[in-house]
């Protein structure tokens, strides 16, 4: 059998040397000379026309489908609920895990008023707490007063007679009726005599004895009285003298009478 193909009354065909001869003149490289080939002729293809639509009542209808060829495919599920359904049986649910909802409404309920009690108890015991510390600091401030009180009270009872013996002794010297009335009461206080000697300031002298006669006078059992100045006495002063008593009634015997006083009153 053979394999070559054999091509017959073909006008394309042109017989070719398939080895040339060389000739000896024609030296050198020359063009080969091929045969004209003949113009392109594009192939016609035919397109048939559409002709007219088909009668709705000549379209054939498909063939109704013969549920005995097909089978019946079970629902399809994806792999989510399928992994799903494996981890469930795998982990059955426990419902004794699991409360009523009116349950856990009422367990919320009895948290929250059970948290409502925990919070009034704790606030009473910080206002039970804030009350004592508040007692405690009042007991303390009322001990600093005492202290500063007991601390500053000789000191205020210094500073008042001070104020007091500067007010007096400027009117004592302002007044001359004090002199009079100093020794009255001085008399008034010592024992029955005869006779009394009285020590005066000298610038009191005068007004003393202008006052002698109304002062023995007034003085039941005084026959006599002897006047006699002392400058060491202040102004408004005077010491009495007898045979049975010494009265110191000189300005600052009687300050020291008076401070005696207040500090056998003060607590």
């Known amino acids: 059998m053979s394999l070559s193909k054999y091509f017959k009354d073909s006008s394309a065909f042109v017989a070719e040397e398939i080895t040339k001869a060389v000739s000896s003149e024609n030296k ?120 500063i009180v007991n601390n500053s009270s000789t000191e205020l009872e210094n500073f008042a007679i001070l104020i007091a013996e500067k007010i007096i002794r400027l009117s004592i010297r302002e007044q001359d009726k004090t002199i009079v009335a100093t020794i009255e009461e001085a008399l008034q206080r010592a024992v029955k005599s005869d006779e009394f000697t009285i020590y005066i300031n000298p610038d009191d002298h005068k007004i003393i004895t202008e006052k002698s006669t109304e002062l023995i006078s007034g003085i039941s059992g005084l026959s006599n009285i002897v006047i006699k100045t002392d400058p060491a006495i202040e102004k408004g002063g005077a010491k009495i003298e007898s045979e049975n008593c010494i009265i110191d009634a000189t300005v600052s015997s009687q300050f020291d009478a008076i401070r005696e006083e207040i500090a056998r009153n003060s607590p």
């Not at 063009?31 to 002709?51: D, H, Q, T």
């Open 28 to 147: 050198g490289w020359h063009s080969e000379a091929r045969p004209a080939s003949p113009p392109f002729e594009p192939e016609k293809i035919n397109i048939p026309r559409p002709g007219p639509p088909p009668s709705p009542q000549k379209v054939a209808k498909p063939p109704a489908p013969d549920s005995s060829q097909h089978k019946q495919v079970p629902p399809q599920t994806d792999e989510v609920t399928e992994t799903r359904n494996q981890d469930e049986e795998k982990n059955p649910i426990d419902l004794s895990n699991y409360v009523l909802l009116s349950e856990a409404q009422k367990q919320a309920e009895d948290m929250y008023q059970q948290g409502l009690r925990d919070g009034m108890t704790k606030a009473e015991e910080d206002y039970n707490t804030a009350t004592k510390a508040l007692s405690t600091i009042c007991e303390q401030l009322e001990v600093i007063r005492e202290t």
